[in-house]
């Protein structure tokens, strides 16, 4: 029921409030023409109040569907958020939707055979203890809902400029999709993943940020667009073709060649009617924000913030901390670990990832004991660590530094490395002289690391014992 004022015991919606402010002026002027003046100061002032009512928490007009009058037509609803999004790159509320855990899944809009409401989902982990209730998580439950609503339209593959792409039956423009955003371990990831279980279709994607850099640079090589056909937008055809919709972990970008490239697919990919949803530990005004030539970074803002919600999850519990005590192993025994994991005595030597050799202090069974010079002092990239994710089952690290302006390089390889690694749920253990918070405290590494800390804690609590 939408905003409205109560007669007679019954709720009269805004629009039947102005029906019947309208009547009542109507009779005055033939009835009583010298109080017409007053009703009329009465009407303006029930309009000043419905106003004040359909404003957001901070005080900015709300623009989204849940903000305002009740029970709009899909059509409709889809109108307001297309006027929306003409207008939301001059400071649209992060939050989309207000309240708890979102609403009762009765009470939405019924959603087709096998898809899921991501409100009922986060209710069901709340119910198994699953997940402890979060006010942050729960604000955004009815931003979550409304884009898995938008993604359960009828949607049909059609030519255009030479590749497919994909268009919504209603000839309306494809959902904007959601960017995440907030400080390390609030849950993004697993917000997004509720996103991605309630959609209930075959084309769907969920890819760590690494992983698709490096999978795009490959396809810019492969790629056979036809003749006359750009070859970005080929790319971006053969990627929606399996994703309508492309979760993307952590994204960020690290140097301007990424993020032209970048760039120019995103805007491929929006045209291919793909719907992106993502997670970031910064706010898209913030992306690349001491990045050389940052300048040439700005188109890309510019267009994902076009195509995204942003939903800020402000600050808050690290959840991966809740479960595990500090994690620097401090004058700990790395090879004695080592040998109770793998079952034998570490034996020097030298393994290929991605055909790169990398020493190591032991390679058995799937475990991997590295010094970290050899690992992260070393010009290796993602490709390198996606590798050794792909074949190990634990990685123990020793003899981390401390980190720093001396240091970014190394760092930053080992932020890499451990969000690779955590994306592929592989165990890790750290061997170090300082606590985990004291290797990295600044430098251009830092705030990035506050993600690495974070996330060591959960693999570590994943350690075998």
């Known amino acids: 029921m939408g905003f409205g004022e109560v007669r007679g015991g019954k709720r009269v919606t805004a629009r039947e409030s102005g029906n019947t402010e309208v009547r009542v002026v109507i009779a005055a002027v033939s009835n009583n023409v010298p109080g017409v003046l007053a009703i009329l100061a009465a009407f303006l002032s029930g309009l000043a109040l419905l106003k004040c009512r359909c404003r957001t928490r901070d005080g900015r007009s709300g623009r989204d569907s849940s903000s305002c009058a009740s029970g709009p037509s899909n059509s409709e609803e889809r109108q307001r958020r297309g006027l929306a999004e003409e207008s939301s790159s001059a400071g649209e509320d992060s939050r989309l939707g207000e309240g708890g855990a979102g609403a009762a899944e ?10 899921r409401y991501p409100s009922a989902l986060y209710r069901e982990k709340l119910r198994v203890g699953e997940l402890r209730p979060d006010p942050d998580q729960q604000a955004i439950m009815p931003a979550l809902d409304a884009l898995v609503r938008e993604l359960s339209r009828e949607v049909r593959r059609a030519p255009w400029r030479g590749v497919t792409v994909w268009q919504y039956a209603d000839a309306e423009p494809p959902p ?14 697993m917000l997004m993943q509720l996103v991605f279980d309630g959609s209930d279709f075959p084309e769907k994607r969920r890819v760590h940020f690494h992983p698709f850099m490096e999978e795009l640079h490959d396809r810019m090589h492969s790629a056979k667009p036809g003749p006359g056909v750009d070859r970005v937008l080929q790319i971006a055809s053969d990627i929606a073709a399996g994703a309508r919709l492309l979760c993307f972990d952590e994204f960020y970008v690290t140097n301007i060649g990424d993020a032209i490239l970048l760039g120019r697919t995103m805007q491929a990919l929006f045209r ?18 001491d990045g050389l030539n940052r300048d040439s970074f700005l188109p890309l803002l510019r267009i994902l913030k076009r195509h995204v919600h942003e939903l800020d999850l402000a600050q808050g519990a690290d959840w991966r901390r809740q479960h595990t005590d500090p994690v620097s192993d401090l004058g700990g025994d790395a090879e004695a670990l080592f040998l109770e994991l793998s079952l034998q005595p570490p034996t020097p030597g030298e393994w290929h990832f991605n055909r790169v050799s990398v020493n190591c202090l032991g390679a058995e069974a799937g475990v991997f004991w590295f010094a970290f010079e050899d690992l992260c002092h070393r010009a290796l990239g993602p490709a390198e660590y996606m590798d050794l994710s792909r074949q190990a089952r634990a990685v123990i690290v020793s003899g981390v530094p401390k980190l720093g302006g001396d240091n970014a390089d190394a760092a930053m390889r080992f932020v890499v490395m451990v969000d690779l690694l955590y994306e592929g749920r592989i165990p890790f253990r750290l061997f170090s002289d300082l606590e985990l918070d004291a290797i990295c405290p600044s430098g251009p590494a830092a705030f990035a690391f506050q993600r690495t800390v974070s996330r060591i804690h959960e693999l570590t609590r994943i350690f075998p014992t």
């Not at 809009?109 to 898809?115: C, S």
């Not at 904007?176 to 990831?189: A, E, I, N, P």
């Not at 291919?272 to 924000?289: E, K, P, Q, Y």
């Open 106 to 115: 009765g009470d939405l809009q019924p959603l087709p055979p096998g898809w």
């Open 272 to 289: 291919c009617g793909v719907t992106v949803c993502t997670t970031s530990n910064w706010a898209a005004d913030d992306l690349f924000h």
């Open 176 to 189: 904007r999709g959601l960017y995440m955003f907030g400080t390390v371990g609030r849950g993004k990831s």
